[in-house]
């Protein structure tokens, strides 16, 4: 990651538009400059966090709670890296299920929180259903019990 990647302005930014503390934004944007992913390469090849991907992530929690929002960005970059793990993986020949357990097991290692698979199938499952960040945070997404 370049050193300036993740300047106070961007994060300033990505506060207001995504509503949430300086803190959450920049710890988000860190951990996603971090797995490659929210930036983009521009014409004269320098790298830089994508102001569309933060407007679209801004829309996609709509309606969500603040206290809710570093929650579900943190899930669905987490989801974003998983997916890049998985088709890296598979171009080197590895299953789905291999490169999960390597994804899990590095997450748990570098930041000391275990994520059980399930739930992390679970989330891409609720995110794909609803279409929207906003449903890693709450209910939406969710299959509805027969009642």
Avoid: H
Avoid at 12 to 21: I, N, P, V, Y
């Amino acid at each position: 990651m370049p050193k300036r990647l993740v300047t106070k302005e961007i994060v300033r930014d990505a506060a207001r538009k995504l509503q949430m503390s300086i803190r959450d934004a920049r710890s988000l944007l860190t951990q996603a400059a971090r797995s490659g992913e929210l930036i983009r390469e521009t014409v004269d090849r320098r790298v830089e966090i994508d102001p569309t991907a933060i407007d679209w992530l801004a829309d996609s929690m709509a309606g969500l709670a603040r206290l809710k929002r570093p929650t579900a960005a943190r899930r669905y970059i987490l989801l974003l890296a998983w997916g890049s793990a998985i088709e890296s993986g598979r171009a080197l020949g590895f299953r789905e299920g291999q490169v999960t357990a390597k994804f899990l097991s590095e997450l748990s290692a570098r930041e000391g929180k275990a994520v059980c698979r399930s739930t992390l199938f679970n989330w891409r499952r609720r995110f794909f259903r609803a279409g929207q960040v906003a449903a890693l945070a709450d209910r939406r997404g969710q299959v509805k019990a027969a009642g």
